[in-house]
């Protein structure tokens, strides 16, 4: 029972988009359509932006989209602004489980 | 407005048994199943345990698994975490969170500190 991997850090200028990547298996990330992204900020409660792979709850920017491939999710955060600058994590759903990523700190340069 | 308040963490030695507890407010609790998710100091999330709305189905993971308590009152509105057997591993900021209908959370209390150690 291990963690889905992201990269440690990822960078980006105001403007810019980034994407941070998401891997697992055929038994989470590639099972499942049932893929979610958090934003946490130092010392915050995680905040859901992503549900179900690709769908933004009522209140997230559409700056922030996701998507899947095979056992691969991606987030990815267009037209990167100052405020962005947290920790991410993806989730998957495993049949009786979720398993978190190992967390993307996202630094706006 | 969606609330859920955490408390009971604290300073537990090796070995010892702490409860949690999460109040919730602002929805219909007993509709909705619930978990806890930790993370340790300067650590990434961990997904602890889940309890669907009538408390039917209950999953933890492996790590808390025999030691770990999952357990919730409809009619206080409350979930719950009985913790025996702590490790100094389990140290941790634990969060409970409500499952929304497509297998992810969308709202999350702010945490309470469980400090395991001697």
């Known amino acids: 029972q291990s963690a889905l991997t992201q990269p440690r850090s990822v960078s980006g200028s105001p403007g810019q988009s980034v994407t941070i990547s998401c891997t697992g298996t055929?038994?989470?990330?590639?099972?499942?359509?049932?893929v979610s992204w958090y934003q946490q900020h130092p010392g915050k409660a995680p905040k859901l932006m992503i549900y179900?792979?690709?769908k933004r709850p009522s209140g997230v920017p559409d700056r922030f989209s996701g998507s899947k491939s095979g056992n691969t999710a991606s987030l990815t955060i267009s037209g990167l602004q100052a405020e962005d600058e947290a920790d991410y994590y993806c989730?998957?759903?495993?049949?009786?489980?979720?398993?978190f990523g190992t967390g993307t700190k996202v630094t706006v340069l | 407005e969606v609330q859920l308040v955490e408390s009971g963490g604290g300073l537990v030695q090796p070995g010892g048994s702490l409860r949690l507890s999460c109040a919730a407010s602002?929805?219909?609790?007993?509709?909705?199943?619930m978990v806890w998710v930790r993370q340790a100091p300067g650590k990434g999330l961990e997904w602890v345990s889940y309890?669907?709305?009538?408390?039917?189905?209950?999953y933890y993971a492996d790590s808390v698994k025999g030691r770990f308590t999952i357990s919730r009152d409809n009619a206080k509105n409350s979930l719950y975490l009985q913790m025996n057997s702590l490790r100094d591993e389990d140290t941790a900021v634990y969060y409970c969170?409500?499952?929304?209908?497509?297998?992810?959370?969308?709202?999350w209390g702010q945490g309470t500190l469980v400090t395991v150690s001697s």
């Open positions: 989730c998957s759903y495993a049949g009786g489980r979720w398993l």
């Open positions: 969170g409500r499952r929304d209908g497509y297998n992810s959370f969308d709202y």
């Open positions: 179900d792979v690709s």
């Open positions: 055929s038994s989470d990330v590639g099972g499942y359509n049932h």
């Open positions: 602002g929805f219909t609790f007993s509709s909705y199943s």
């Open positions: 309890i669907s709305s009538s408390s039917s189905t209950i």
